[in-house]
């Protein structure tokens, strides 16, 4: 409840303030739409569109565009019709009637690919997880299947890395990417990773979401907004998962909810609609049910 509070706190000071002018270069506009835009043939032709028939009727309240604007609104709500009970707690997700089966019953390893073009082909739905080293990704990654040592790869800094599918219910996929950012890798090795990921993003049309990994217990982090707007430039949907929001005590520096709050002001500068972002632990299981039920409407929406 204390999230939510904060949540709301937070997102009503975003909503009250005005918003920054949008730079040219960077003004592009992220929603759900996107998502599907991104696998076109998979969009129902005929599915209506409540939000916009509704608009015309009538001038948009102050909810709607509250939840227009900070709110991830999935297909099939009309912003007009949130309620506080329907956003997920610690995060500013709405669920919506897309939302389904979610939980984890089996996983299995399916294959390390070192190119785009050497990928599972197969047309069910993929999650990519994606972050800086030492983000959390492995423990994450464990932490949703509950299986100690799935996410055995790209542990090594410099060492060669792999694009890794994890089949799920034997029904969509979990995708570990490499990290990013390591201080120790070399130039020539960042490099690598950029066109090698970069070929992934671009070329995988049964990407559903990047699940972009932030580190909440460190300031915002300019490698983060780049990776973030890179994905924004190229339509790419995403998530932002804030990840050991456990670590509560200021010993040194904010706390978790402060470093998000600042990092979502960085990414608000670039996005007329916030992204979807959950906060999450490894360690207490902070995130994990919520993350799999946003997971299933993303997914069910998908797959229609
Ligand atoms: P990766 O390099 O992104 O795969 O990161 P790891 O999963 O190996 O985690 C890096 C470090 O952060 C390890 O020391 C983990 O124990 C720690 N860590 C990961 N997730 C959490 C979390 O949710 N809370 C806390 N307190 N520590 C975490």
Request: with cysteine.
């Amino acid at each position: 409840m204390l999230l939510r509070n904060r949540l709301l706190s937070l997102s009503l000071t975003l909503f009250l303030s005005p918003p920054s002018p949008l730079p040219k270069s960077a003004s592009f506009l992220f929603s759900f739409n996107k998502t599907i835009a991104h696998s076109t043939h998979k969009r129902p032709e005929s599915k209506p569109d409540v939000s916009a028939s509704r608009a015309a009727k009538q001038p948009m309240s102050e909810r709607a565009r509250f939840a227009k604007t900070v709110l991830f609104v999935p297909p099939g709500v009309d912003p007009e019709d949130v309620t506080d009970e329907m956003i997920l707690p610690g995060s500013n997700i709405v669920v919506g009637p897309y939302a389904g089966h979610s939980q984890i019953k089996e996983v299995e390893f399916v294959k390390s690919s070192g190119r785009a073009k050497d990928c599972p082909k197969d047309d069910r739905p993929e999650f990519a997880i994606l972050g800086r080293s030492n983000v959390g990704k492995s423990s994450l990654i464990n932490a949703l299947v509950r299986k100690k040592e799935v996410a055995l790869t790209s542990k090594k800094p410099g060492k060669t890395q792999l694009i890794n599918h994890f089949l799920v219910n034997k029904s969509w996929y979990i995708v570990d990417l490499p990290g990013y950012g390591f201080a120790r890798a070399s130039n020539a090795a960042r490099t690598d990773w950029s066109s090698f990921t970069k070929g992934y993003f671009l070329n995988r049309d049964t990407l559903v979401a990047v699940l972009l990994l932030i580190d909440a217990s460190v300031p915002p982090q300019r490698i983060d907004l780049d990776c973030a707007n890179w994905l924004g430039r190229n339509n790419i949907p995403m998530t932002f998962l804030f990840t050991k929001c456990d670590k509560l005590k200021a010993s040194k520096g904010k706390r978790p909810d402060e470093n998000i709050r600042d990092f979502q002001e960085l990414v608000r500068e670039n996005y007329k609609q916030h992204p979807a972002w959950i906060m999450t632990s490894s360690v207490t299981g902070l995130g994990r049910d919520e993350l799999l039920l946003h997971l299933s409407q993303l997914r069910n929406y998908w797959d229609q």
